[in-house]
Antibody
Framework: EVQLVESGGGLVQPGGSLRLSCAAS????????MSWVRQAPGKGLEWVAN????????YYVDSVKGRFTISRDNAKNSLYLQMNSLRAEDTAVYYC??????????WGQGTLVTVSS | QSVLTQPPSASGTPGQRVTISCSGN????????VYWYQQLPGTAPKLLIY???QRPSGVPDRFSGSKSGTSASLTISGLRSDDEADYYC?????????FGGGTKLTVL
């Protein structure tokens, strides 16, 4: 069974940092683009970032450029999102998903990030 | 702000057919495939339709997608109470703001 499990969310102060992880299983992780998508409380979906199979290409939505860094470890079947200089507007459930940008399947269960003092 | 426009809400009674629209422009829907996602309450989104009108295995044929020009639609036939969910369209856009704002479907 294809499965994605996120972890690492929590409460952080504005300006702080957090690192999210996504453990993949049930498929050959190294052969897929992977993405992060977020959903602010009560709001819609926002694609955040993606990374190519070998990590050689990474793309970000403008609102997180320079603050977030996506990475992966194919040996560990894991995807990461390093989030720095966090703002209140980054508060959201963060989902990892298999896929490049619009064809995303499946999705993990999500991890909640709350940025608040 | 979403570049794809969806009605914020839709509703229907059990057994009815409901259509949810998604409007874009020539640089997103007009020149790319459209995807639809279903998000049941309290759960992660799930791929419902890909490449305009294709259903992943396990998705009932009550769900269908179509595209015409710069607009797309998701149609749910034989509406059921467990179809109550948020539905999102998605299409490539150079801005990477690829999701519609979502439509909350209520089954009356």
């Amino acid at each position: 069974e294809v499965q994605l499990v996120e972890s690492g969310g929590g409460l952080v102060q504005p300006g702080g940092s957090l690192r999210l992880s996504c453990a993949a299983s049930g498929f050959i992780f190294s052969t897929y683009w992977m993405s992060w998508v977020r959903q602010a409380p009560g709001k819609g979906l926002e694609w955040v970032a993606n990374i190519k199979q070998d990590g050689s290409e990474k793309y970000y939505v403008d609102s997180v450029k320079g603050r977030f860094t996506i990475s992966r470890d194919n040996a560990k079947n894991s995807l990461y999102l390093q989030m720095n200089s966090l703002r209140a507007e980054d508060t959201a459930v963060y989902y990892c998903a298999r896929g490049e940008v619009v064809l995303l399947d499946p999705w993990g269960q999500g991890t909640l990030v709350t940025v608040s003092s | 702000q979403s570049v794809l426009t969806q009605p914020p809400s839709a509703s229907g009674t059990p057994g009815q057919r409901v259509t949810i629209s998604c409007s874009g422009n020539s640089s997103n829907i007009g020149s790319n495939y459209v995807y639809w996602y279903q998000q049941l309450p309290g759960t992660a989104p799930k791929l419902l339709i890909y490449r305009n009108n294709q259903r992943p295995s396990g998705v009932p044929d009550r769900f269908s997608g179509s595209k015409s020009g710069t607009s797309a639609s998701l149609t749910i036939s034989g509406l059921r109470s467990d179809d109550e969910a948020d539905y999102y369209c998605a299409a490539w856009d150079d801005s990477l703001r690829v999701f519609g704002g979502g439509t909350k479907l209520t089954v009356l």
